[in-house]
């Protein structure tokens, strides 16, 4: 299996939305090590099970939820 990178989602646990945040060289790796609590092999790519979500009035967190492959070309 080729190794594909792609955007991590995170759904917002107060309002429900889910968004892209942080893309990964590899998809796979970043799910698999980060459910486990394992370090990333990539040093500078943010990426961590919870996230931030601004609001108008205050900040929601958003849980990391999985991964989207990049689209083909
Ligand atoms: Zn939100």
């Known amino acids: 299996m080729k190794n594909k990178g792609g955007m991590l989602r995170y759904k917002c646990r107060m309002c429900g939305e889910e968004f892209g945040e942080t893309h990964v060289p590899d998809v796979q790796t970043a799910i698999i090590h980060l459910t486990v609590g394992i370090p990333l092999p990539w040093g500078g790519v943010p990426a961590h099970l919870l996230e931030i979500?601004?609001?108008?009035d205050g900040l929601g967190v958003a849980d990391?939820?999985?991964?989207?492959?990049?689209?083909?070309?």
Do not use: Y
Request: proline share 7%; charged share 30%.
């Open 53 to 56: 979500h601004s609001h108008e």
């Open 64 to 73: 990391l939820i999985g991964g989207v492959e990049d689209a083909k070309p």
